[in-house]
Each structure stands twice: as structure tokens, then as C-alpha cells.
T-cell receptor, first 111, second 115 residues
Framework: NAGVTQTPKFQVLKTGQSMTLQCAQD?????MSWYRQDPGMGLRLIHY???????DQGEVPNGYNVSRSTTEDFPLRLLSAAPSQTSVYFC??????????FGPGTRLTVT | AQKVTQAQTEISVVEKEDVTLDCVYE???????LFWYKQPPSGELVFLIR??????QNEISGRYSWNFQKSTSSFNFTITASQVVDSAVYFC????????????FGKGTKLTVNP
């Protein structure tokens, strides 16, 4: 069991570029989510999915898109990167009752 | 709206001291879950404990203990005889029960244990 995997671990983008952060889980969890962590802010929910084909917005969704075509994968797309999106991004999956298993994170810098 | 407050931004102790990390939460739900996560300097998020709103029993796991009090909306975390390896950022989090898996995190408490 690999758990939750994220790629890449580090990424540097220029303002206006687009990219996709990959997230995969092998635990057959229906629920997956994306959080961002900024200094002094804790983690904030960007988007989440309760199953394949179903996604919804979290607390800070602007500038991000998601889709969920399979149970295993939940990619996060930045359409036009901005310096304000410099952050550490965590993907998580949940077997239920709120318990989240987090991936190792992606550190993104937008210049 | 749900909210989690960790008033202690940073705590510094000397090894073997006991330390308590405070967590106060707000929710209108009657069913909810509370969590503590640890984030060591390496950056990963490590699950420590989950407690549901109907279980106010204190929990002890080795040097770690948790005190859940609904009357004061608090879910405090105590490390007994702290060690350098306990140095990390600790997050308290809250979610709804009844199928919602969304987590609301506090801003975290950075604990430094000095030798």
C-alpha cells in the first residue's frame, strides 16, 4: 500500500503558467480533498470530491480546478499561476468519519 | 460556522518538561469529530488522534494524553516528559459528523523541545 502519493514534490512556475498537481491513492477511498498550507494559516480546503464524477468547492477554490474521473486519482489544476498560489499543497483521502490520510505534499513557488 | 483556535503560536520547553497544547473549537453541530495532527520538520502530516463528540473520555497513549471537555469546547493535548523528537507543529482540527469529511484546521502550535 503506497497510501496517498503526490507528484511533483517541488515545482517552480512563472506567473501565468499552468500546471497540474497529481494525487493518487490506493486505499479505495471515496472521499479525496486538496488543502493548501500557508505560513501561520494552518491548512485550508481548496476542493474536495465525495466520489468519481463528483467534486465541490472548499474554502479557497479560486484559481484552481479539479476533476475526478476515477476513484484513485484527484488532480488539481492551476490554470494561470499567480504568486499568491505559492504554497505547500496537500492531497488527502478519507475512509470516513473525518479521518484524513495526507500525501507528502507539493511545494509550489510562483515567481 | 466552524472554527478552531490554537492560541499558542509557539512554545519552547526543555526536554523532560510536560507541555500542554490548547485547542478551542466552535461548532453548532451536535455530532462532530476532533483531531490532532503532527507536522515534524520533514513536512508530512501525521495523524495522532480522533475523538467523536459523544466520547468525552480522556485518552492516553504513551507520553501523549488528550483532554476533551464539551463544556468548555476544548480538546487539549499534553505531552509528558517531552523529547527533542516531539519538536513539530501540532494542528487541531474539526469536522462534521454525518458524512461530511471536510476538516477545519487551527493555525497550529509550533513546539520546540530543547535538549
Amino acid at each position: 500500500n503506497a497510501g496517498v502519493t503526490q507528484t511533483p514534490k517541488f515545482q517552480v512556475l512563472k506567473t501565468g503558467q499552468s500546471m497540474t498537481l497529481q494525487c493518487a491513492q490506493d486505499m479505495n477511498h471515496e472521499y479525496m480533498s486538496w488543502y493548501r498550507q500557508d505560513p501561520g494559516m494552518g491548512l485550508r480546503l481548496i476542493h474536495y470530491s465525495v466520489g468519481a464524477g463528483i467534486t465541490d468547492q472548499g474554502e479557497v477554490p479560486n484559481g484552481y480546478n479539479v476533476s475526478r474521473s476515477t476513484t484513485e486519482d484527484f488532480p488539481l489544476r492551476l490554470l494561470s499561476a499567480a504568486p499568491s498560489q505559492t504554497s505547500v499543497y496537500f492531497c488527502a483521502s478519507s475512509p470516513g468519519r473525518g479521518l484524513q490520510y495526507f500525501g507528502p505534499g507539493t511545494r509550489l513557488t510562483v515567481t | 460556522a466552524q472554527k478552531v483556535t490554537q492560541a499558542q503560536t509557539e512554545i519552547s520547553v526543555v526536554e523532560k518538561e510536560d507541555v500542554t497544547l490548547d485547542c478551542v473549537y466552535e461548532t453548532r453541530d451536535t455530532t462532530y469529530y476532533l483531531f490532532w495532527y503532527k507536522q515534524p520538520p520533514s513536512g508530512e502530516l501525521v495523524f495522532l488522534i480522533r475523538r467523536n463528540s459523544f466520547d468525552e473520555q480522556n485518552e492516553i497513549s504513551g507520553r501523549y494524553s488528550w483532554n476533551f471537555q464539551k463544556s468548555t469546547s476544548s480538546f487539549n493535548f499534553t505531552i509528558t516528559a517531552s523529547q527533542v523528537v516531539d519538536s513539530a507543529v501540532y494542528f487541531c482540527a474539526l469536522t462534521k459528523g454525518g458524512g461530511s469529511e471536510k476538516l477545519v484546521f487551527g493555525k497550529g502550535t509550533k513546539l520546540t523541545v530543547n535538549p
